[in-house]
């Protein structure tokens, strides 16, 4: 079992970036394949990013690809995003996410994670 706490939300202008720390505790971090959830108020959760447990396959939602960057410290058991360019829509609740799945592909969907952080808050004001 793993517990994943995320950190570096906040609020920041248009154009701005920002980074979030998905740190997990428990054993074989290396062995989860992880990934990033947004949820915005009124509307689903939605996927944002994931990485594969070796780091060779990465996924991006469209509208990220180009500003968003995820990476894993496997040493430091820590999943990072790296948000550039950040735009009034990407506001929203960042969830880290767990899964024990080692497909080596890209996973979109929430039902395949096991396990989620609590969420932080990412404002993005015009």
């Known amino acids: 079992q793993v517990q994943l706490t995320e950190s570096g939300g906040g609020l920041v202008q248009a154009g701005g970036s920002l980074r979030l720390s998905c740190a997990a505790s428990g054993r074989s971090f290396g062995s989860y394949h992880m990934a990033w959830f947004r949820q915005a108020p009124g509307k689903e959760r939605e996927f944002v990013a994931d990485?594969?447990?070796?780091?060779?396959?990465?996924g991006y939602k469209d509208s990220v690809k180009g500003r968003f960057s995820i990476s894993r410290d496997n040493a430091k058991n820590t999943v990072y995003l790296q948000m550039n360019s950040l735009k009034p829509e990407d506001t929203a609740v960042y969830y880290c996410?767990?899964?024990?799945?080692?497909?080596?592909?890209?996973?979109?969907?929430?039902?395949?994670?096991?396990?989620w952080g609590q969420g932080t808050l990412v404002t993005v004001s015009s």
């Open positions: 990485i594969v447990v070796g780091g060779g396959i990465i």
């Open positions: 996410a767990a899964s024990t799945s080692d497909t080596p592909a890209v996973i979109t969907s929430p039902n395949l994670y096991d396990y």
